[in-house]
């Protein structure tokens, strides 16, 4: 069956324009996860949805970054303002909502020039 | 300190060698224990899941967790250059949905 797919695969943008990264993710997994990987580092938690609401925010680094999803499928992660720290690999899970076993998608690799 | 640490390596290895990947951990309340595997420029792929201690074999591939020490450890008997990749630790407190805390992940080479 179908992975999880994001869009698009890569982004750059010129700093202070805002950018929208999309994740659609496997079907019937109605837990998503938004994850930054920045170079040298690990992956960090930015935001968790169960359904439409997110229970967990706690790793979005500041208030330009925010995330919604519609319809407990597709999600959007919004950076506005970009910053060239921001460059990063933008990866996004699913999982089943009583599970933790998380599947990625390919990831947006997002550069700030 | 992290919450978890990883040795990033990178780590080069003849093929057919065993590779022993390892993490430690300092939140005790962590009872999930993850290893992803990530090819250059693609998205990190399950490849073991564990719960508490004990070793679990899947083919070539052991994971081991040893609570007591927050120590976890993979095991890759007969390497394979097809297996060089980066390789990251995730584990999490509770087995529901919630976020996973991962190391940095190990780079490893497989030498044909």
């Known amino acids: 069956g179908a992975g999880v797919s994001q869009s698009p695969s890569n982004k750059v943008t010129e700093k202070g324009k805002d950018v929208e990264l999309r994740c659609d993710p496997i079907s019937g997994h109605t837990a998503l996860y938004w994850y930054r990987q920045s170079l040298g580092q690990g992956l960090e938690f930015l935001i968790y949805?169960?359904?439409?609401?997110?229970?967990?925010k706690s790793g979005l680094p500041s208030d330009r970054f925010s995330a919604e999803r519609t319809g407990g499928s597709v999600s959007t992660l919004t950076i506005q303002r970009t910053q060239q720290e921001d460059s990063a690999v933008y990866l996004c899970?699913?999982?089943?909502?009583?599970?933790?076993?998380?599947?990625f998608g390919p990831g947006t690799r997002l550069t700030v020039l | 300190q992290k919450e978890v640490e990883q040795d990033p390596g990178p780590l080069s290895v003849p093929e057919g060698a065993i590779v022993s990947l390892n993490c430690t951990y300092s939140n005790s309340a962590f009872q999930y224990f993850m290893w992803y595997r990530q090819y250059s420029r693609k998205g990190p792929e399950l490849l073991m899941y564990t719960y508490s201690s004990g070793n679990k074999e899947d083919g070539r591939f052991t994971a081991q967790v040893d609570k007591s020490s927050k120590y976890i450890s993979l095991f890759i008997r007969d390497s394979q250059p097809s297996d060089s990749a980066t390789y990251l630790c995730?584990?999490?407190?509770?087995?529901?949905?919630?976020?996973?805390?991962f190391g940095k992940g190990t780079k490893l080479t497989v030498n044909p």
């Open positions: 899970a699913s999982s089943l909502p009583t599970s933790n076993e998380q599947f």
């Open positions: 995730a584990m999490s407190a509770r087995g529901g949905s919630e976020k996973l805390v």
């Open positions: 949805f169960q359904g439409n609401s997110a229970p967990d």
